[in-house]
């Protein structure tokens, strides 16, 4: 430890150094915009949840056609049977968009989602029925070959009716037809909309005749369809900084997915060291399909009251949270720099000056060595550092308020109520 401590102080004199020579040492300002940049390639975040008070035994399926997903959706994302009545349920309408980017017709088969995708980004999302197993809805990239408006349904081998069943009520693909490159494959409004949300057709994708309606408009022959199997979907909501892990059946058994493949997922995105596996664990264990937060938390952050913002938000570690180190230095009034490669950070006001080195929790706070509760960590090549430790090393104090789920700074001066 005490070579650690030399060390640590060396490099610090180097830093201090520079700053009497003028030489500047990097600020991580632009990689805070480079960090904010990573994470908007990630997937986005796509509607929110909502909660509904039940009425007695109000119907789930007319419910869920209310606002507009499935009755499947609903039972998977709301604990106990749902028979009892007058429950408090959770709306699972928000999604993570199956691809980062795409353009026309996006489907994620575990998921039973349909995305519509404009310019790169995901503009509508429609609950689908597809293929039952042995009747498995394909994988791959398509187009949409043709449309019909009340389409008549020429039976296949496979279908005990023989002969051609008019447009009607009686019709299987409902009012709307869009077929797909692939022969006998389409997506289509359904006269049995119940059935959204399962495995219940032949292979082709059905839909609520109202959602078809609203696709049919919207898409044109020759749009790319491109059909996807993802049980397990990460997503970044930049207006949360919070980055979320979706996980869904497997109705055609395509395997587990594990915590490590979730944090590979991560580890693609820099943000495999501030994973929780124990959480990742958790989720995986239920197939609801519901967005759960996995790095990063909805816990704000406040200087003498004003809020601070941080591309990412508060990473819980043991008592501590990381967060940016930009930022939070700035609202701190101190100055922050890194050292190539992000190897090392410095954070100073005044007299006061902090080192932190990601990975080690170990830090030097005005030359002396002392041990963190959180070790500070690289999230998309940019330095997160602990909040609790840097403030109090520059003599502010940290509250924690509880009816706010929130972190409150005071410094020295502006100090109103008894620390943590």
């Known amino acids: 430890m005490r070579r650690l401590a030399t060390l640590l102080v060396a490099v610090i004199s180097l830093v201090v150094s520079a700053q009497v020579l003028g030489i500047p040492l990097a600020a991580p300002?632009?990689?805070?915009?480079?960090?904010?940049?990573?994470?908007?390639?990630?997937?986005?975040?796509?509607?929110?949840?909502?909660?509904?008070?039940?009425?007695?035994?109000?119907?789930?399926?007319?419910?869920?056609?209310?606002?507009?997903?499935?009755?499947?959706?609903?039972?998977?994302?709301?604990?106990?049977?749902?028979?009892?009545?007058?429950?408090?349920?959770?709306?699972?309408?928000?999604?993570?968009?199956?691809?980062?980017?795409?353009?026309?017709?996006?489907?994620?088969?575990?998921?039973?989602?349909?995305?519509?995708?404009?310019?790169?980004?995901?503009?509508?999302?429609?609950?689908?029925?597809?293929?039952?197993?042995?009747?498995?809805?394909?994988?791959?990239?398509f187009r949409v070959a043709n449309k019909r408006k009340n389409p008549t349904w020429f039976p296949p081998k496979w279908a005990v009716q023989e002969e051609p069943v008019p447009p009607g009520p009686g019709n299987p693909l409902g009012d709307r037809w869009m077929g797909l490159s692939t022969p006998g494959y389409g997506i289509h409004a359904s006269n049995a909309p119940a059935s959204i949300g399962r495995y219940a057709s032949h292979g082709c994708i059905r839909m609520y005749p109202e959602h078809a309606h609203d696709l049919y408009a919207q898409v044109a022959v020759g749009t790319p369809v491109t059909i996807i199997y993802e049980r397990a979907v990460i997503g970044f909501n930049p207006e949360e900084g919070i980055v979320y892990l979706a996980y869904y059946p497997d109705p055609y058994q395509g395997g587990d997915v594990t915590p490590e493949d979730v944090r590979e997922m991560l580890k693609d995105c820099g943000l495999g060291n501030v994973a929780d596996l124990d959480l990742i664990e958790t989720i995986l264990k239920r197939t609801s399909g519901v967005p759960t937060p996995v790095v990063g938390s909805r816990v704000k952050v406040t200087f003498n009251g004003k809020p601070v913002a941080f591309a990412l938000a508060p990473v819980p570690i043991g008592s501590d949270w990381l967060v940016p180190a930009g930022p939070l230095a700035r609202a701190l009034g101190a100055d922050a720099q890194t050292g190539p490669g992000m190897n090392y950070v410095v954070i100073q006001r005044g007299e006061q000056r902090l080192f932190f080195s990601p990975g080690s929790r170990e830090a030097l706070v005005n030359r002396e060595l002392i041990e963190l509760e959180a070790a500070?960590?690289?999230?998309?090549?940019?330095?997160?550092?602990?909040?609790?430790?840097?403030?109090?090393?520059?003599?502010?104090?940290?509250?924690?308020?509880?009816?706010a789920s929130a972190l409150l700074i005071w410094d020295g001066l502006e100090r109103t109520r008894g620390d943590l």
Do not use: C
């Open 29 to 141: 300002a632009a990689a805070q915009q480079q960090l904010a940049s990573t994470l908007a390639l990630m997937a986005p975040v796509v509607g929110r949840p909502q909660e509904h008070q039940r009425k007695g035994k109000e119907s789930i399926y007319r419910l869920a056609r209310r606002y507009g997903i499935s009755a499947n959706a609903i039972h998977n994302a709301n604990e106990g049977s749902l028979t009892g009545g007058d429950e408090q349920l959770f709306i699972p309408t928000g999604h993570i968009a199956p691809l980062p980017t795409a353009e026309g017709v996006v489907v994620n088969l575990p998921e039973r989602n349909i995305y519509l995708y404009r310019h790169g980004k995901p503009i509508d999302v429609y609950p689908v029925a597809i293929g039952m197993r042995g009747w498995e809805t394909p994988t791959g990239d």
């Open 376 to 403: 500070p960590q690289l999230a998309a090549g940019y330095p997160l550092v602990p909040i609790r430790a840097t403030a109090e090393a520059l003599g502010a104090f940290v509250q924690w308020d509880e009816e």
